[in-house]
């Protein structure tokens, strides 16, 4: 196993963690193929473990490519040469251990210190964190014995992630149903940000996310084509740095590794905003905030009736930013310009005195708003930094390295914050 909280820590990239995943012979297994697609994706270099069992439900090769990487199992542990023994080997390397599923015999296995296949051996010689995500019928879940195996592992540190209540694969209903693949992404993000000990790592962060919606009428809006993605993978980045997140999006975030508080307009994003910043350390305004809202929305429906023509009185809608400036607060805004102005950007970073700017061409094709990708700049006092074109999971990582930077700067010449 790695160390953790020394300096080398500091700041891993995602490639520099190593995810190890149990598998175990339960049907929700097809979800863990997910849960490693998504590992994989995020840039975890992620090894498979599987039981017997597991192999029944799904072949090595399936894990192999999900996790470009070869598959652990039995036999692998048993034919080991060249000295090293898997399980020792596998234990060390790994971070993290999520087993997902988590049968009921392999629970028990764990809970009495079983070390009779390659997954429990490996789980006894790891002293690094443990998820387990538990999928059975409701009724094996709720039998006093998995209910106590389950118990006894979360006293002794493991993070349990409860089944959750719904149709099951042997045609009944209950609990039993494993967690999501995202929601477990979520927990080992969190669970690896904790490691991290760089700058972020306590630290409160709030990040914006989608764009607003202005009432109209009852069922209309004056809305914005963001979708919301570059907030959440500034949050996603901010937790997988150790932070504390709060994200405050226009759009549901389902999975997301942090606490998400819904809004709609701007006066009720600035709200939230201005609670959660009274004790934060940064915000970052990745919505898209309407400018404008229409000045008296009608409480019933505008009817089309025999109008050909319609106005609407528009009023300035409160600046989000400006209302949450404070005193320590490190503040991070986007400037979204239509054509290469990055002129334009960088004299708002220097009007709305912001720490960070992150600029984008509205006009270039396939990026920005409501796209995958992003390409951008970004601009701080005293530097700048260009990302080309690339998944806004890698632009988010670069805002947050920047954020990073200059935290641990401000933290050296002692400005506080
Ligand atoms: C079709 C089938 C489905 C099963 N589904 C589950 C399951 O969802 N959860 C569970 O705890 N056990 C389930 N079992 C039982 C386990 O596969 C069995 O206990 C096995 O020994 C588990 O071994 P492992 O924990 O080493 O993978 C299932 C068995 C079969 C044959």
Same mark, same amino acid.
């Given at each position: 196993m790695s160390e953790h909280g020394d300096d080398g820590d500091r700041g891993r990239t995602a490639a520099a963690w190593h995810v190890l995943v149990g598998a175990c012979g339960g049907i929700a297994i097809y979800k863990t193929v997910?849960? +490693?697609?998504?590992?994989?994706?995020?840039?975890?270099?992620?090894?498979?473990?599987?039981?017997?069992?597991?192999r029944r439900f799904v072949l090595p090769l399936t894990f192999a490519a999900a996790s470009q990487s070869a598959v652990l199992d039995d036999d692998v542990a048993w034919s080991a040469s060249g000295g090293w023994f898997e399980h020792i080997e596998a234990a060390r390397r790994a971070d993290v251990l999520v087993i997902a599923p988590a049968t009921a015999t392999t629970l028990a296995k764990?809970?009495?210190?079983?070390?009779?296949?390659?997954?429990?051996?490996?789980?006894?010689a790891f002293r690094g964190p443990v998820i387990l995500a538990p999928s059975m019928n409701w009724a094996m879940y709720e039998h006093p014995a998995t209910q106590q195996n389950l118990r006894l592992l979360a006293e002794r540190g493991?993070?349990?992630?409860?089944?959750?209540?719904?149709?099951?694969?042997?045609?009944?209903?209950?609990?039993?149903r494993m967690?999501?693949?995202?929601?477990?992404?979520?927990t080992v993000q969190r669970t690896l940000g904790a490691?991290?000990?760089?700058?972020?790592?306590?630290?409160? +962060?709030?990040?914006?996310?989608?764009?607003?919606?202005?009432?109209?009428?009852?069922v209309r809006f004056l809305g914005n084509r963001s979708s919301g993605r570059m907030g959440r993978a500034v949050a996603e980045a901010s937790v997988a740095h150790g932070a504390d997140v709060t994200l405050i999006s226009t759009t549901p975030m389902t999975g997301a590794a942090c606490e998400v508080t819904l809004v709609e307009t701007a006066a009720e994003m600035a709200a939230a905003v201005t609670r959660a910043v009274a004790d934060a350390d940064v915000l970052v305004m990745a919505a898209a905030v309407s400018d404008f809202r229409p000045a008296e929305p009608l409480e019933g429906k505008i009817e089309r009736a025999d109008k050909d023509t319609l106005t609407l009185d528009l009023v300035r809608?409160?600046?989000?930013?400006?209302?949450?400036a404070r005193p320590g607060l490190y503040r991070v805004a986007f400037a979204a310009e239509a054509g290469p102005r990055l002129d334009r950007a960088r004299a708002k970073r220097r009007a709305k005195d912001v720490d960070l700017m992150v600029f984008n061409d509205i006009l270039a094709a396939g990026i920005?708003?409501?796209?995958?990708?992003?390409?951008?700049?970004?601009?701080?006092?005293d530097r700048e930094e260009q990302v080309a074109r690339a998944p806004k999971d890698v632009c988010a990582e670069a805002i947050v390295r920047a954020i990073e930077r200059d935290l641990a700067a401000r933290a050296g010449t002692g400005r506080g914050g």
């Open positions: 997910e849960l +490693v697609r998504l590992l994989a994706r995020r840039g975890y270099a992620t090894t498979v473990v599987e039981t017997e069992a597991a764990l809970a009495a210190g079983l070390a009779d296949n390659l997954l429990s051996a490996i789980y006894l493991c993070t349990v992630l409860p089944a959750t209540r719904g149709q099951l694969a042997c045609g009944e209903e209950g609990s039993g967690a999501e693949p995202e929601v477990i992404l979520a490691l991290s000990g760089g700058p972020l790592a306590g630290r409160k +962060v709030v990040v914006t996310a989608g764009g607003t919606r202005e009432p109209i009428d009852a809608t409160v600046d989000v930013l400006a209302e949450a920005g708003i409501g796209s995958e990708d992003n390409e951008i700049t970004i601009i701080g006092h």
